[in-house]
C-alpha cells in the first residue's frame, strides 16, 4: 500500500507560477467582465461585483502582506475602465466584496478606504459589499483587531451591500442560524443601524454536498425567520 | 433593512427542475467522457472514473431511498458503452466513487454489489473507488450501521482505489491528520490488510480557500509523513 498526494502537488505548483499578478489573465478577466455587465442588465440586475485583486503566494506558499504597487495602480487604471464599460450598459454601481486573506485584494479597512479614494471619479460608484465572516475572521486579523464595527464606521455609505452569516469567527463558515456561533443577530442589526448604513443584506449561507436537501429547506426556513424580524 | 435569500431559492427552483435523470443530460454526460478518457490516456493515466448517478429530489427537497428501475437500467447500458469507449482509448480500468446522499448511486454497499454484477461483463473493468468520510457517514447510514468494515469485507477485490482522510463521521470533512478525529489511521491500514484489498490510497484533503497558504503546505507534509509510515 502507498500513499499519493500527487493531486494537492500539482494544484500547488500550478498555482504558485504565477508569482505576480499576470497582465495578459488581467487582459481575459476584464474583458470577460464586459459580456457579463451586459447580461446582468439585460436581466434586470443594476448592481452587480465580487471579490477583486488576487495575489498569488510565493512558491514556498509564503503571503506577501501587500500588492506590488505597480500591479495595485494597473488595477486601479482597469477598475476606471470597467466601471466605463458598466455605465455603457445600464450598470449604475459596482461593488468590491472584500475577503479574509492576504492572496485578495483589499482585505483591510484602511486598503478598502485608499481604494474608494482611488477610484471615487469612476463613471459608476465602486462601494463594497462586507461581509459577517470575512472581517471577524481571527486567524488573520487577530483577536483582538477582528470585528465589523470597523468596517461600518469607516466605510459608512461606502458600503453597498452586505453578506450576513452565522460564524465562529475561526474559519469563513457561512452557516445559517440554527448553529450555533458567535454572531447575535440582533447586535449586528442595531451596529448597521448605529452607523446609519442602509446597505440591504443578503444571507450568504452554504451547506455541504452530502446534507439532505429536506433539512437544508428547514433550516433556510428557520433562518429567514428569524432574521426578517431581527431586520425589520 | 430587508434581507434577501433570492440566490439559495433560484438554486433550489433551478435544481428541482430535474424531477428524473433526463435523457438528453445523460447523453452530454455520456459524449463529454469519450475525449475525456482520451485526454486521461494521453497524459498517461490508465485508470479514470469517479462518483456516477445523481438523481434530483423532489421540489419539497424530499429523497427518494432508490433509483427508478428504468434509469437504472439506462444506466447500467451506459457503463457497458462507456466501457467499449475507454477500452478504444486505451483506458484498463473504470471506477465508481459511493458517495453518502441519496442523490446519488449507488450508496449503499448492497447497491454497490448489484452494479458490480449487472457490469461485470463490461469491456474493461468497473471497480470502486471507496472514500473514509464517505461510509462513516452517520446522519445517512445511522450510528449503528456507519463504518468502512462492510465496504472492505463484501467488495474486497472489487475496490480498486481507496480515498484517505480524516472526518468526524458528522459530515464528509475531507480534513488532513493534523485535525483531531474518529480515524484512526493504523486501525484503518489493519482494516484494508486484513481484507487482503491491495488498492492503493490517496490522501483526499480539502481546505477552506481562506486558509494562510503555508499553514495548508505544512498541515500536508506532517500528514503525509505520518500516513507513509503507518501505510509503509
Given at each position: 500500500m502507498t500513499v499519493h498526494s500527487a493531486f494537492i502537488g500539482i494544484a500547488h505548483y500550478a498555482y504558485n507560477q504565477l508569482l505576480h499578478p499576470d497582465p495578459e489573465v488581467r487582459d481575459v478577466a476584464e474583458a470577460w467582465l464586459k459580456p457579463a455587465y451586459r447580461f446582468a442588465a439585460n436581466a434586470g440586475t443594476q448592481r452587480v461585483g465580487g471579490p477583486l485583486g488576487a495575489i498569488a503566494s510565493r512558491r514556498d506558499c509564503r503571503e506577501a502582506e501587500s500588492i506590488p504597487e505597480a500591479d495595485y495602480q494597473d488595477l486601479i487604471v482597469r477598475m476606471h475602465r470597467l466601471a466605463e464599460a458598466a455605465k455603457a450598459e445600464g450598470i449604475i454601481e459596482l461593488f468590491v466584496e472584500p475577503t479574509p486573506?492576504?492572496?485578495?485584494?483589499?482585505?483591510t479597512v484602511a486598503q478598502a478606504v485608499k481604494m474608494a479614494e482611488d477610484v471615487a471619479d469612476a463613471a459608476v460608484p465602486w462601494t463594497f459589499c462586507v461581509d459577517w465572516g470575512h472581517g471577524t475572521?481571527?486567524?488573520?486579523?487577530g483577536r483582538y483587531r477582528a470585528g465589523m464595527a470597523d468596517w461600518f464606521e469607516t466605510l459608512g455609505q461606502k458600503i453597498g451591500v452586505i453578506h450576513f452569516q452565522q460564524t465562529d469567527?475561526?474559519?469563513?463558515?457561512?452557516?445559517?442560524?440554527?448553529e450555533p456561533g458567535r454572531i447575535d443577530p440582533q447586535a449586528a442589526a442595531a451596529l448597521q443601524r448605529a452607523n446609519g448604513v442602509e446597505a440591504p443584506v443578503f444571507l450568504e449561507v452554504l451547506y455541504p454536498y452530502e446534507r439532505d436537501d429536506a433539512s437544508v429547506l428547514d433550516a433556510v426556513k428557520r433562518t429567514t425567520s428569524l432574521l426578517k424580524s431581527v431586520f425589520a
Open positions: 486573506m492576504r492572496r485578495e485584494w483589499p482585505w475572521f481571527e486567524p488573520l486579523y469567527f475561526q474559519y469563513d463558515r457561512h452557516w445559517d442560524f440554527t
